[in-house]
């Protein structure tokens, strides 16, 4: 009976996998096509083919419409699946290394520490590098802010993470709303630490540093992309690497260490991996909170505990969510965009007040 059951449970697990792929790929066309300008779908889908050797014609790439579908709205709609995707291997990983459902990078200061890195990088970079590099990055070609980002939003989402590290492990308690606390006020201080660099920097520059702050998809190009779909790849082959250590990891530390694993190593490694994550794509598209906390407590809610499900169904439901997040957020304001991050931030901040209040109940 229970290897029956066993057998059910993956299949449901299967089907629910299969199904959000399918919705994923039934969503990138509807959402490319839409906008403060709607294109025919038809359109779309041929602009899309005409890219391809073989498929399509030419006189689709020199429509009008080519440059919003192709340059503009799928490198968007694109980096916004892999975001969500990212955010919710993030959320999931330091809730697994912290033993707390609540945990999430924006909730515990990483985004807020990737976001003084970026800060740092967009106003100060010049003045913290060494003037040979500079003139090294010059002849080559690069500009400084996206060399030098991607590296400053890691180091600060990494000294965050290092903060929280420490507070887990000798805080006098180390109950889930302890920890949850300390990495409200880490949030905090980095936060007001960046809206400080802010106030003494160039004010001119202060509208570039707005949207990594509040989060958007605006600067979103080709180039863009292979950077942080490529950090979520290897994160996410790492994790179900060592997925198994991880379910270890949830019955306790002493289960764990029984079963002879390095408890220190293991959540030191999997507090890099998603200070990583977060700081790739805080680099890319800004702090967006929020994902991290409720797809993982959605995909635990379908297929249960297991860490390796919970990570693929996460990372799956991420990808679907965000890039419709963005739509909304491009039309509510249209033909402005209202910046994501404030959206997510409502919709995630009513849901872990529903999550508090679910914990509440069970409490008393």
């Known amino acids: 009976m229970t290897m029956t059951r066993a057998c059910h449970n993956k299949k449901a697990y299967f089907r629910w996998v299969y199904a ?170 980095f936060a007001s630490l960046a809206n400080l660099l802010l106030f003494l920097g160039d004010h001119r520059a202060s509208h570039q540093v707005i949207f990594w702050m509040l989060g958007g998809f605006g600067l979103a190009r080709w180039e863009n992309i292979f950077l942080p779909f490529s950090v979520c790849c290897i994160a996410y082959v790492y994790l179900m690497y060592q997925s198994s250590k991880m379910n270890a990891l949830l019955l306790g530390d002493e289960t764990a260490h029984s079963l002879g694993i390095a408890i220190e190593r293991l959540r030191l490694q999997l507090f890099v991996c998603s200070a990583m994550v977060t700081a790739v794509l805080v680099a890319s598209c800004g702090a967006i909170g929020f994902i991290g906390l409720v797809m993982p407590h959605i995909a635990r809610s379908i297929v249960g505990g297991s860490t390796q499900r919970v990570l693929t169904l996460s990372a799956l439901l991420g990808a679907l969510f965000l890039p419709w997040a963005d739509l909304l957020a491009r039309l509510i304001l249209s033909p402005e965009e209202l910046p994501i991050g404030i959206l997510t931030g409502l919709l995630g901040g009513f849901f872990f007040l529903f999550i508090l209040a679910k914990k509440s109940r069970s409490i008393f």
Not at 52 to 67: K, L, M, Q, W, Y
Not at 74 to 90: S, V
Not at 127 to 155: K, Q
């Open 20 to 189: 959000i792929l399918a919705l994923i790929f039934v969503s990138m066309p509807l959402v490319v096509m839409s906008g403060s300008v709607t294109i025919p779908l038809s359109e779309t889908v041929n602009i899309f083919l005409s890219h391809f050797p073989f498929v399509g014609s030419d006189e689709a790439i020199r429509s009008g419409a080519n440059t919003i579908i192709w340059e503009l709205r799928l490198p968007r709609t694109l980096l916004a699946c892999i975001a969500g995707a990212g955010f919710a291997l993030a959320g999931t990983t330091l809730q697994v290394a912290t033993r707390n459902t609540l945990a999430e990078p924006h909730l515990l200061g990483v985004s807020s520490g990737a976001v003084l890195g970026a800060v740092i990088a967009t106003l100060h970079a010049g003045e913290l590098l060494p003037a040979f590099l500079l003139s090294e990055l010059s002849l080559s070609g690069f500009s400084l802010p996206a060399f030098s980002l991607p590296a400053f939003a890691f180091a600060g989402a990494l000294l965050a993470t290092c903060c929280i590290a420490l507070m887990n492990r000798y805080l006098p308690s180390s109950s889930p709303l302890t920890l949850l606390m300390s990495g409200v006020a880490i949030s905090f201080i």
